[in-house]
């Protein structure tokens, strides 16, 4: 689905791409969005300050890790852990400017949904944002990713649900810009407020 790159067109249109920003990639994976951040931020000539990425899975912070390594990224620093256990990160992983995250929280239980956002709300600084890619639950996703995959898919109505019982002082649904269009039959692009 092209998802690396829609991802990268998405930040390249973000309006609140800044320099030094703080990032937290929560759920990193193979990294998917932070070197999208990465990519989008040095085009539009401006580097990040701090990021910081954490993951469940040992084997995917690995392949993470190698892709840093061989694209020269040393500033990066990465940890295992549970998005239902945030207290387990290092100490100084706090006040971020921008929280990320894209397809993890589909796997966390549905019943635990509003406690992973309400604590990567209490990673957010003072005007940090949350930036959020879910998959939706439509025809083209039931199949392919809900019973597959054995993810959990929402609706657009459960999602506000969640966000609003988190305690997030705004947060909307944002559209997808042209180039990555196509990611709008697979999933969301949330912005919320601490």
């Excluded at 791409?17 to 999208?36: F, H, I, K």
């Excluded at 998005?83 to 397809?103: C, H, I, K, N, Q």
């Excluded at 604590?119 to 083209?140: A, M, P, S």
């Amino acid at each position: 689905m092209r998802y690396p790159q829609g991802l990268r067109a998405f930040f390249m249109t973000w309006p609140l791409l800044r320099e030094g920003l703080r990032v937290l990639d929560a759920g990193c994976g193979t990294g998917v969005v932070t070197l999208a951040l990465i990519d989008a931020l040095r085009r539009r000539g401006l580097e990040p300050g701090p990021i910081h990425a954490f993951d469940l899975t040992p084997a995917m912070l690995e392949r993470f890790r190698d892709r840093l390594r061989t694209r020269g990224l040393e500033s990066v620093e990465t940890a295992q852990a549970n998005v239902l256990e945030l207290g387990a990160l290092p100490s100084g992983w706090t006040r971020y400017d921008l929280v990320v995250s894209a397809s993890m929280l589909e796997y966390v239980p549905r019943d635990r949904l509003v406690d992973a956002l309400r604590g990567l709300r209490g990673l957010l600084g003072e005007n940090g944002r949350l930036v959020l890619f879910i998959t939706r639950r439509n025809w083209f996703t039931r199949p392919l990713i809900g019973r597959w995959w054995r993810s959990n898919l929402y609706s657009a109505d459960e999602l506000r649900d969640a966000f609003r019982l988190a305690d997030f002082s705004r947060f909307g649904f944002v559209g997808f810009p042209p180039a990555a269009r196509h990611l709008s039959v697979w999933g969301y692009a949330i912005e919320a407020d601490r």
